[in-house]
DNA sequence: TGGCTACCGGTTTTT
DNA sequence: CCGGTAGCCA
């Protein structure tokens, strides 16, 4: 039954109040960004300015109200009278009580944009998480639909989807990470006779990186005419490019440069994409380079409701060539484009924020901005002058644990690095006082020796061109096949153009001696049944065939040593990845696997929970975009921090001063920096005045912290030593108390947890302390429901949060 | 071919 | 401090 005239006026009216309510959260500069609807939109937002909100908000404004709203535009067919209370109910309990944001689609929605003719993009895999938490908890419902994903997430789904187009490639290309690309540039280099310290393998991969992400393809039949540097790089391009291409291997920056050239080269498939995504949002814009600034202009071009948000002070990226001037030129490369400055910042302290922008008014090169607050002045910024890294470190604990006294949480809490190197005093003083952490960054999952072996066999069945993958397995586990055989084998493919996997194949072609012969037939055959399974097996199965298989397994557990056993427990907690590939993919394949699991990190699968009930530490870089009540930014000393590399390079300089200016905006309520007076470095005692950054800030916004502290701090350390087995001693040396002393208040744990009250599944629960049978000891900070059953995350000193799965892992509680 | 020792050198930041 | 590797011997 269609509404009467008097009920679509209600409904008018209803509708119009709906959206002003949602609207009323934000403040005037969000309100016009949101509602900026068709057409080019920058967005200069400051730091704490709400930019992410501004852009969730967008995009819910779009998907329900549309980009022109229209408020007399008639009700959809199936509203009925009824539903005019359903409105009015979720007018009065807003909160997703009475109404989901589907029925607020069904009801209102009709003008709305359809979900996936949206594309947002950020930089980190955790702030494109970030975002989609906020989407999802802003709907109530689950955005699958909608391409919420990094640069390079959303290029790899373009390039599977479109693989039978591929310029140069294959369908199940393989991805290569740093390590596999240092492979192949060690390679060419040992070819060309330039293994020395002139020619660091690293040095010609930035420089391969900087082309490419220039849009700048390897010349043909280039003759280097010296050996110097720019001389050799053109010719270790075009050679690695012809590798790469011959393992139909792509690396992070050919995500990026082989999608633009598909784009470029066939115009029906950039169609499809351009009227595909209707809207593109993109995050922190300045920090784009030209490729990825060429992607999003091919996008946009059609419609041109691009939105890119950004803010010249917190550009970062410069070392990735990220290019400021795609931010600085929009409005020259979107003539029209509406331009809105978000200037209030909602996060910090009036002094955590005067001390930022004091901060950064040191650099010359940027465009004027007023950041302002209403929020209250708070404390000053606490600055600790350490004696040296683990006195830091023992600082940054004793500050958590006083927080943890005053009730508030470990999640409140972020440590934010210059190097990922600076995490491992900061472990292992979590470690030695059972303080969860949660290490974000560092290792990316498959890092590990045996994962990447596991992944090798992996991707090799994928890819039976993949040259560094077949090096890696064929003579792991051991069997036989030495160097010189490996060099052979992959020297005949060159010559006989084949792949090297029919290369092994080639008998004749090869001549081998017989005993490495015999070597290599035995492996074709395990390979050959492995590739049979692969077409009848899920993901797990076959991992767990090529383990047993290939004797992995077995080899590892007659290993008794404390890292053969990690290493079992890494490749079972693969397994548990692989389960719920499996579970959530039933069509699944291997090939999609692997594209998955190679951009993922190991961070972005601890589960939200866990994250939350962990302290955070990782690198200011990663930390962009976030925000915590608590931030310690520590190693603010020259060299350090600034980084050495930076030190006589003026905009490199300015680039670490807007990356310091990043990492205190992060900060919420208290903000503390910390400078050590002698470090180690590489095993070796380094000492560094105190960063020009601390001085840059004036003394009336920062208190020295009080020297009592550290008395204080003995007689808590005291209290706190019993019944921690784990070893410290090298932390006695630089303590204060002996070991002896009486046990600690009981678990405090779980008393200070607020999670600890409410959950009680089997088992364990959040907070209790655990001992694994070869991590030790560890404190459970989040319990889940997975795919293959409960499973616990528990932080263990030196390794993080891992997850473990309540029916296999080996856990007793303490 | 494989295992061992003794050196050397590297060391930003991300996908 | 760590990991990689050159060089040696079984």
Same mark, same amino acid.
């Given at each position: 039954?269609?509404?009467?005239?008097?009920?679509?006026?209600?409904?008018?009216?209803?509708?119009?109040?709906?959206?002003?309510?949602?609207?009323?959260?934000?403040?005037?500069?969000?309100?016009?960004?949101?509602?900026?609807?068709?057409?080019?939109?920058?967005?200069?937002?400051?730091?704490?300015?709400?930019?992410?909100?501004?852009?969730?908000?967008?995009?819910?404004?779009?998907?329900?109200?549309?980009?022109?709203?229209?408020?007399?535009?008639?009700?959809?067919?199936?509203?009925?009278?009824?539903?005019?209370?359903?409105?009015?109910?979720?007018?009065?309990?807003?909160?997703?009580?009475?109404?989901?944001?589907?029925?607020?689609?069904?009801?209102?929605?009709?003008?709305?944009?359809?979900?996936?003719?949206?594309?947002?993009?950020?930089?980190?895999?955790?702030?494109?998480?970030?975002?989609?938490?906020?989407?999802?908890?802003?709907?109530?419902?689950?955005?699958?639909?909608?391409?919420?994903?990094?640069?390079?997430?959303?290029?790899?789904?373009?390039?599977?989807?479109?693989?039978?187009?591929?310029?140069?490639?294959?369908?199940?290309?393989?991805?290569?990470?740093?390590?596999?690309?240092?492979?192949?540039?060690?390679?060419?280099?040992?070819?060309?006779?330039?293994?020395?310290?002139?020619?660091?393998?690293?040095?010609?991969?930035?420089?391969?990186?900087?082309?490419?992400?220039?849009?700048?393809?390897?010349?043909?039949?280039?003759?280097?005419?010296?050996?110097?540097?720019?001389?050799?790089?053109?010719?270790?391009?075009?050679?690695?490019?012809?590798?790469?291409?011959?393992?139909?291997?792509?690396?992070?920056?050919?995500?990026?440069?082989?999608?633009?050239?598909?784009?470029?080269?066939?115009?029906?498939?950039?169609?499809?994409?351009?009227?595909?995504?209707?809207?593109?949002?993109?995050?922190?814009?300045?920090?784009?380079?030209?490729?990825?600034?060429?992607?999003?202009?091919?996008?946009?071009?059609?419609?041109?409701?691009?939105?890119?948000?950004?803010?010249?002070?917190?550009?970062?990226?410069?070392?990735?060539?990220?290019?400021?001037?795609?931010?600085?030129?929009?409005?020259?490369?979107?003539?029209?484009?509406?331009?809105?400055?978000?200037?209030?910042n909602y996060r910090s302290t009036s002094r955590i924020l005067e001390a930022a922008n004091q901060l950064v008014?040191?650099?010359?090169?940027?465009?004027?901005?007023?950041?302002?607050?209403?929020?209250?002045?708070?404390?000053?910024?606490?600055?600790?002058?350490?004696?040296?890294?683990?006195?830091?470190?023992?600082?940054?604990?004793?500050?958590?644990?006083?927080?943890?006294?005053?009730?508030?949480?470990?999640?409140?809490?972020?440590?934010?690095?210059?190097?990922?190197?600076?995490?491992?005093?900061?472990?292992?003083?979590?470690?030695?006082?059972?303080?969860?952490?949660?290490?974000?960054?560092?290792?990316?999952?498959?890092?590990?020796?045996?994962?990447?072996?596991?992944?090798?066999?992996?991707?090799?069945?994928?890819?039976?061109?993949?040259?560094?993958?077949?090096?890696?397995?064929?003579?792991?586990?051991?069997?036989?096949?030495?160097?010189s055989t490996v060099q052979r084998i992959l020297e005949y493919s060159l010559q006989s153009g084949q792949s090297?996997?029919?290369?092994?194949?080639?008998?004749? #072609?090869?001549?081998?001696? &017989?005993? @490495? %012969?015999?070597?290599?037939? $035995? *492996? /074709?055959?395990? !390979?050959?049944?492995?590739?049979?399974?692969?077409?009848?097996?899920?993901?797990?199965?076959?991992?767990?065939?090529?383990?047993?298989?290939?004797?992995?397994?077995?080899?590892?557990?007659?290993?008794?040593?404390?890292?053969?056993?990690?290493?079992?427990?890494?490749?079972?907690?693969?397994?548990?990845?692989? #389960?719920?590939?499996?579970? &959530?993919? @039933? %069509?699944?394949?291997?090939? $999609? *696997? /692997?594209?998955? !699991?190679?951009?993922?990190?190991?961070?972005?699968?601890?589960?939200?929970?866990?994250?939350?009930?962990?302290?955070?530490?990782?690198?200011?870089?990663?930390?962009?975009?976030?925000?915590?009540?608590?931030?310690?930014?520590?190693?603010?000393?020259?060299?350090?921090?600034?980084?050495?590399?930076?030190?006589?390079?003026?905009?490199?300089?300015?680039?670490?001063?807007?990356?310091?200016?990043?990492?205190?905006?992060?900060?919420?309520?208290?903000?503390?920096?910390?400078?050590?007076?002698?470090?180690?470095?590489?095993?070796?005692?380094?000492?560094?005045?105190?960063?020009?950054?601390?001085?840059?800030?004036?003394?009336?916004?920062?208190?020295?912290?009080?020297?009592?502290?550290?008395?204080?701090?003995?007689?808590?350390?005291?209290?706190?030593?019993?019944?921690?087995?784990?070893?410290w001693d090298h932390w006695n040396a630089a303590g204060a108390a002996a070991a002896a002393g009486e046990p600690?208040?009981?678990?405090?744990?779980?008393?200070?947890?607020?999670?600890?009250?409410?959950?009680?599944?089997?088992?364990?629960?959040?907070?209790?302390?655990?001992?694994?049978?070869?991590?030790?000891?560890?404190?459970?900070?989040?319990?889940?429901?997975?795919?293959?059953?409960?499973?616990?995350?528990?932080?263990?000193?030196?390794?993080?949060?891992?997850?473990?799965?309540?029916?296999?892992?080996?856990?007793?509680?303490?």
């Open positions: 039954m269609a509404l009467n005239q008097k009920e679509k006026e209600q409904y008018w009216e209803l509708r119009d109040e709906i959206r002003h309510m949602i609207l009323s959260r934000l403040n005037d500069e969000q309100i016009i960004s949101v509602t900026a609807g068709a057409g080019p939109v920058l967005c200069l937002a400051g730091a704490g300015s709400g930019k992410t909100t501004a852009m969730v908000y967008r995009i819910f404004h779009l998907l329900v109200f549309g980009p022109d709203y229209d408020p007399k535009a008639q009700p959809p067919d199936s509203v009925e009278a009824e539903d005019l209370d359903k409105l009015a109910g979720w007018l009065a309990l807003p909160d997703q009580e009475g109404l989901s944001f589907r029925d607020l689609l069904t009801l209102i929605g009709q003008q709305g944009i359809p979900m996936q003719q949206i594309l947002a993009i950020t930089f980190t895999n955790k702030a494109a998480q970030e975002m989609r938490d906020r989407l999802e908890k802003l709907m109530g419902i689950p955005i699958q639909d909608m391409w919420v994903m990094t640069f390079h997430s959303a290029c790899l789904r373009i390039l599977k989807r479109e693989s039978s187009q591929l310029l140069d490639y294959e369908k199940d290309f393989s991805i290569y990470d740093a390590g596999d690309q240092e492979q192949v540039v060690k390679e060419i280099l040992r070819g060309l006779k330039l293994e020395d310290k002139q020619h660091s393998p690293r040095a010609y991969m930035s420089w391969i990186s900087r082309q490419k992400s220039s849009l700048k393809l390897p010349a043909q039949n280039y003759t280097p005419t010296g050996n110097d540097f720019d001389q050799v790089a053109p010719l270790i391009y075009q050679r690695y490019q012809q590798a790469l291409q011959r393992s139909n291997a792509m690396d992070f920056d050919d995500l990026l440069l082989q999608t633009v050239r598909l784009l470029k080269a066939r115009p029906e498939v950039l169609a499809k994409y351009q009227s595909r995504f209707q809207y593109i949002m993109v995050d922190e814009y300045q920090d784009t380079n030209h490729i990825q600034y060429v992607f999003v202009n091919l996008l946009a071009q059609l419609h041109r409701n691009l939105c890119v948000v950004g803010d010249d002070d917190q550009s970062i990226y410069g070392f990735r060539q990220a290019d400021i001037r795609n931010i600085l030129d929009f409005e020259r490369d979107f003539p029209g484009a509406k331009v809105i400055r978000l200037e209030q008014a040191h650099n010359k090169e940027r465009k004027d901005k007023t950041l302002w607050t209403r929020n209250q002045e708070g404390d000053k910024l606490y600055c600790y002058k350490a004696t040296d890294d683990q006195d830091e470190a023992r600082f940054v604990y004793s500050r958590i644990q006083q927080t943890l006294a005053a009730g508030g949480s470990y999640g409140d809490h972020a440590v934010l690095l210059r190097t990922n190197a600076q995490s491992r005093v900061i472990e292992e003083c979590f470690g030695v006082y059972q303080i969860p952490y949660c290490l974000i960054g560092g290792l990316r999952f498959y890092e590990r020796k045996e994962i990447k072996d596991i992944l090798a066999y992996l991707k090799f069945l994928s890819n039976p061109d993949d040259r560094v993958a077949l090096r890696r397995i064929i003579n792991v586990p051991k069997r036989g096949i030495g160097d090297v996997y029919d290369a092994m194949n080639d008998r004749e #072609g090869l001549a081998l001696s &017989s005993r @490495a %012969e015999k070597a290599v037939s $035995e *492996f /074709l055959s395990l !390979i050959r049944e492995l590739n049979e399974r692969k077409t009848t097996e899920n993901v797990t199965s076959l991992t767990d065939s090529i383990l047993r298989r290939t004797g992995y397994w077995q080899e590892l557990q007659s290993d008794e040593s404390r890292e053969g056993m990690d290493r079992i427990e890494n490749l079972k907690e693969f397994m548990n990845k692989t #389960g719920d590939y499996d579970q &959530s993919h @039933a %069509e699944g394949s291997l090939a $999609e *696997f /692997l594209g998955e !699991i190679s951009l993922i990190t190991d961070m972005d699968m601890v589960g939200d929970e866990a994250r939350h009930n962990a302290v955070q530490v990782m690198t200011m870089h990663m930390a962009k975009g976030l925000e915590f009540p608590q931030v310690f930014i520590i190693g603010l000393e020259e060299g350090i921090f600034p980084h050495f590399r930076s030190l006589y390079n003026e905009t490199e300089l300015e680039e670490e001063r807007r990356l310091c200016y990043v990492a205190m905006t992060r900060a919420k309520d208290k903000l503390y920096m910390s400078c050590a007076a002698r470090r180690s470095v590489h095993g070796r005692y380094q000492e560094n005045p105190p960063s020009r950054f601390l001085t840059e800030i004036p003394d009336y916004l920062k208190d020295n912290f009080p020297p009592k502290t550290e008395r204080s701090f003995a007689a808590e350390k005291k209290t706190r030593m019993a019944g921690i087995e784990t070893s600690s208040s009981g678990n405090q744990i779980t008393r200070t947890d607020p999670m600890g009250e409410d959950k009680k599944e089997a088992g364990f629960r959040v907070g209790d302390k655990v001992v694994h049978a070869s991590w030790g000891q560890g404190v459970v900070v989040s319990v889940k429901q997975s795919g293959q059953g409960l499973s616990y995350q528990v932080a263990f000193p030196d390794k993080g949060i891992r997850d473990l799965l309540a029916q296999y892992a080996p856990l007793k509680k303490l």
